[in-house]
């Protein structure tokens, strides 16, 4: 009788295991399927999941009082406001990296960690092209957050904020993914 229970309760055991990963697995597929990706988009993300390991999504986050939701972004292209940071940052960026101003780099809030983006200076027209390693900028005005050099490219240290086009570069940020790493 005892071998009899010890044999059920191992088989229950399995069944509301696989109930419940059953339930986590819809309850994911579910999520991603309200998302409607073009097929392009969808390319992109398979060719970016495959990098999975070399890069961070990161969790939902909250700073003063709002809450950041970190997500693939495949077609991100956002008019805004830019500022900028450093100097006297002495701090690893939210990948890990040491904080350098003199790198081409930025903080955004949302986009996976490290991706590739140009920033436009609308009043200039002037580009640059940057690694996003950091988290910010958390003013609700603002889409992204450059080092130093990456402002100085653009021309808006003395403004200190520009109105800029930010645009992910999905070929640049996968070509970097597998050339870094």
């Known amino acids: 009788m005892k071998i009899y229970k010890k044999k059920l309760f191992f088989a229950l055991l399995f069944v509301s295991a696989a109930i419940m990963a059953n339930c ?9 399927s309200n998302i409607n990706y073009s097929p392009e988009e969808k390319e992109f993300i ?5 990098w999975a390991r070399h890069y961070k999504i990161g969790k939902p986050y909250k700073v003063a009082g709002d809450w950041y939701y970190p997500h693939h972004q ?3 292209n956002k008019v805004g406001y830019a ?5 006297n940052v002495d701090a690893l960026t939210a ?6 101003p003199d790198e081409l780099s930025a903080a955004h809030p949302t986009l ?9 200076n609308l009043n200039n027209g002037k580009k640059v092209v940057v690694k996003v390693n950091d988290r910010g900028p958390f ?3 603002r889409v992204i957050d450059l080092t130093v050099a990456a402002a100085e490219k653009i021309d808006m240290i003395d403004s200190g904020v520009a ?5 992910l570069l999905q070929d640049e940020t996968l070509s970097y993914l597998k050339y870094e790493h």
């Open 24 to 32: 986590s697995s819809v309850a994911q597929q579910g999520a991603m």
């Open 46 to 50: 398979r060719d970016y999941e495959s």
């Open 74 to 76: 495949p077609s991100y």
């Open 83 to 87: 500022s900028w940071y450093g100097p």
């Open 95 to 100: 990948n890990g990296e040491l904080f350098d």
């Open 112 to 120: 996976p960690l490290p991706s590739i983006v140009e920033v436009t």
């Open 139 to 141: 003013d609700s005005d």
């Open 163 to 167: 109105k800029v086009r930010v645009r």
